[in-house]
Structure formats: structure tokens, C-alpha cells
């Protein structure tokens, strides 16, 4: 029996994305018939958190963003029971689920209603390996309407809720980040979490002067603060966020939002409410949504490989799960529990008193600033959970290549970085040798400014430490400039500009097709690598292409038997004509060499250079002067 004596609070709201698609919640119709049906003809969303089931209809709502977590709640609090409460207007029937580890679901008690609150209280202790609640609206012989329904949970006496400063970090594109203002402003839920939102403006095209910030800007009153600085990417903007957070007594964690993302506010709310359960100060990462395909999760958390230094999906789950397709309900694997290594900072709340521990983020402008935090804090004994139902909607990679952009430099120094501090393998395990491979890929596939800044990044990276701050400021404009040097750099829009595609070049050992097996695989790789080093390239493919490659097709083997091609652009805009270059290859081979084989020979000693010196560089101290020093000049 329930103690009413007992303070409960909201921890998740159900909630109906109005930024989503249908398919996002993909909520569950029954027609009463077992047959299913389409969702508008079994309910109607009328609200944020409010939704009309047609008469002698049922409705699941075993969703992404309404199920409750309860697996999640049993590892990371003391919480040990929950209370669903519901708001419903006309009759029915409301009956309330469980699902195990294995996504099977069993039912566990039902109660009509006839516009009232229904109540049910439930135990979170059979969740160690997942599992989730929800519940089902069952409409009687006319329309029924959930109101609003919340799930609770006791709180102890000395309990107290905290608040969060959000941090925005924004690069011209000050529309986007105006609409993350409007979405945490005017949402009246956020603002029990909310304590100040603060707006870390790097560009020159600036939030304050779009349209509308002004209206914007009200919703939030003296709670919103916009800072400007020099662009420091977002590791510089994240941080200045998380330097704001420290100075304020009221907020216990600082919220970083990606300014391109689309936010669920009740995501947030959610967010702080979990972090202010759990047992020890935890970080609460949220998923990723396309925001170009709204029903697809791109990932509910990852974990570090230490073997090569790179991410993975948790446990059994995938990347880009679309709900469309296959519901929560329908999907066993995102029932079970997930544990986590990182976060990406797309949404991502960090406590404070972590930041006052270990530190801020690295200084290291873009790209691994994330991954590197979560694991740093996991060595001080600080857990990330990436929540169920906490996400926001994010534009996904699938039309981005790093590898052709200034941005590898910094993917590829700072994934080392990551690796010196956090692999704890025996030389790095893979990473040298994954580095080394690396180079020879791209040099196959022409790309010589990729692998140019890639040896720039290790060149760096053996300075130690205590040289990233003072790259911070300047090193991005140094590389864009490196890399303009090489032709495969220079995307071109017109293609009525350039010569027609001829085939110039001899194709030695005839044609060429994609290996289908490791061994096929290094026989071409030799091939390639003798034609590339040894065979001149021939003076044709310097006046005409020899082949057009689309972006999705380009890989290796496709360049092994031209001389050229004309390769468009990720996002399609244009075409690079990637140019053989015997001399460059040559050059750059043995660099590559030189520097991995250091890299493999120096690991131990870099290691322990970054692990000494990194808490001097990611401290609050140092990140002041970094600020103080660039508002200056």
C-alpha cells in the first residue's frame, strides 16, 4: 500500500513530439480486431502531452519517448518504485505493461475510467538486465482523451531539486541557434530545471541580430546571457559554457545543446530529474534523431574500443534504428539495458561537481572533446547514461566526409590524444598501425590533403600538451590554408568548366573489381601500391579525368587502375578532380612510415607526457587565460 504521506515529484512527462513525426513516438494501434491500423484512424495528437483515442480504439503507448526507463532507474538510483499517474476525460480502460530484457511484455493491472486521475504504483526491482513500463488507452463506446499522465517517484526527506545552466555553443548559424532559444524559453516546463541559458556566440553572423530575438530573448528574461569570443570551436565553446555554470551557486549541472539540434524540452527536464536521483554525480547523455529522418536513432549510447580507439554501438544495439519500421515494441534489443562509455554533446548534462574535479574539456578546438571527458570522468569513478527517451534531432553524418575537409586534421590528432590517455592496451594496441593503414588508404584514393594534414596532426601531437592551448585560436585557418596546396582539395561547381572524361591511362594486368575476400584484398592493395610508387602517371589523365566516382562509391580499389577522376562532393554541390601525383606518393609514403613507426616506438613515453600533463591544460585556470588572452587580441 502507498504511503500518501509521501512527497512524489515528476520525473517524465508523457509527451508528443510536436518537432517529430508520427512515426517518432510510433505508437501502437490496436483497432480491437488484432489487425492493426493506421495511426489516424485509431487516435488524434491534440497536445504536447495530450491525445484523443477514437471510440472502441486502443493505443499503445510502448514508444521511444513514453516508455519509462525503469531499467535504467534501478542501476543508477535508489529508486525502487514508481507511480503512473493519468488525467483522462471520457471512458475506458488504462492498462499498464512491463517489458524484460528480452522485449517480451506481460501485463500487470488495468482499471477503467470516467474523467478521472487513475493511479498505479509499481516496483522497479526486477530490471537488472532492462526493461521498460508503459501503459495502454483503451476507448470505450466514444472518444476517449489522456489529459496528461506523469510518472513519479518518492522523493527523501532531504531531498532537493536541482538546476541546470544550458550552454549553447553557435558558428553563424544564428537561425538555428534562435530556435533552440525559443524551444527552452517558452516552454514553461523547462523552466523549474533552468537556472540560465547561456548563448557562446563565435561567429559573425549573430544570434542577437536575427529577426525575432527580441520576442525570443523576453521568454527568458535575465536568465539568458549571450557571450561573444573568438571562434575556439566547440571544445572553446562548450567550455566557456562550462566555465559560466561554475560561477553560478543554483545551477548543479551545465547542459551542452549543439546549436543545430532540435530539442524535446521534456527531454531535458527528464534529464536533470534522473541526474538528481542518481547515487553518484552521473553524466545524462541524450540519443541522436535524424533530423533529416526523423524517425531513425542514429544511437542510444556508444562505448570505447580501446583496441583501435574508436566508438561503438553499446551492447547489441545498432546504429540508425528507424522506429518506423520497427517499434520499441518491436524491437528486443532496445529493451535491454545499455551501458554506455560516452556521449556525444550534441545534449549532454554534465554535473558540476565533476567539471570542479576533473577539469573542462580538452583544448583541442573540435571532434573527440567528448568521448575523452566522459572517459576522463569515468576514471574518477563519475558513470555517463545515455537515458532512453532523452534525445534531441541532429542533422546525421551519412552526408559528411571528414576525410575531405580541413576537419581531419583534428579528427585524427585528437583520436590519438584520446587513445595516449585512455588505452590502456599495450602500445595502443591497433591505433599506430590503424593510423599508418589509414594513410596508405587515402594515398590509393588520391586524396594527398588528407594525408598531409593527418601527418601535420601527429607532428603536433609529439609536442605534448602543453602546445594545445596555444594552437586553439590559429590552427584552423593554418590547415584550411595547408590544404588549399593540393588539387584534390578544389571542389568545383560547374562542371561544363572542365575537360569531357577520357580513359589516358594503361590498366595493367587488366580491369580491376572489388575484392570480395581479405586475400583478393591484398593482391590489389600490392598492385596498386607498385603501379602508384613505380609507373609514372601518364600526361592524358592531366588533361582529361579518366572516370567519374559519386561520393557514395568512392573507396579505395576504384582508383587502382586511372591515373584520375573527378569525385563529387558529399553534399553534392560539385566534383574535385583527384590527380596521381608518383612524387607525392612517394614522399608521403615514407612520412607516413617515419611517423607511425615513432608513434609505435614513443607510445609509452607520449602516454604518460599527455596523462601528466592534460589536467594542467583542461583546468578552469588555464582555460581563463586562454579566454582572457584571445578577447585581447
Known sequence: MANEDVTYVAVNHTVFPTEGVAEVSALYVDTGTGDGSQPGEAYEIVGRRSIRVYAHRRVSLSTYFNAFPASYWQHWTKVRGVRLTATVEGRGLISV???????????????TFADETVTFDLPITSFIDGGSYWFDIAAGNEDATLVTAEWQVATPEDWTPGKTTVGITTFN????????????????????????VIVVDQGTDLVQDQPGFGDAAKGLGDKLEIIRQPNLGGSGGFSRAMLESLQSADSRYVLLLDDDAISEPEAIVRAVRFADFAVTPTIVGGGMLHLDDRSVLYTQGEVWDQRKSWMRASGSSEYDHDFAEDTLRETPRLHRYLGADFNGWWMCLIPTTILREIGLSMPVFLKFDDVEFSLRARDHGYPTVCLPGVAVWHMAWHDKDPTRTWEEYFIHRNRVITGLLHSHVRGGGFLPLHSFLGDIKLLFMLQYSAVRLRHEALRDLFHGPEILPELLPSKQAEIRQLRTRYVDSEVVDDLGSLPPVRRSSAAILGGVRRPTNPVAALVLAARVGVRQLFIKQSAGSRRNPERIIPAPDITWWRFADIDSALVTSPDGLGVAWYQRDRATMNKFLWRSIRLNLRLALTWKKLASTYASGMPKVTSAEQWRRTFDSVQKS
Open 97 to 111: 505493461y512491463k517489458s524484460s530484457a528480452r522485449g517480451r511484455a506481460s501485463a500487470l493491472a488495468s482499471k
Open 173 to 196: 548559424r544564428p537561425s538555428y541557434c534562435l530556435n533552440q532559444i525559443v524551444t527552452v524559453g517558452q516552454n514553461e516546463h523547462m523552466h523549474d530545471v533552468l537556472d540560465r
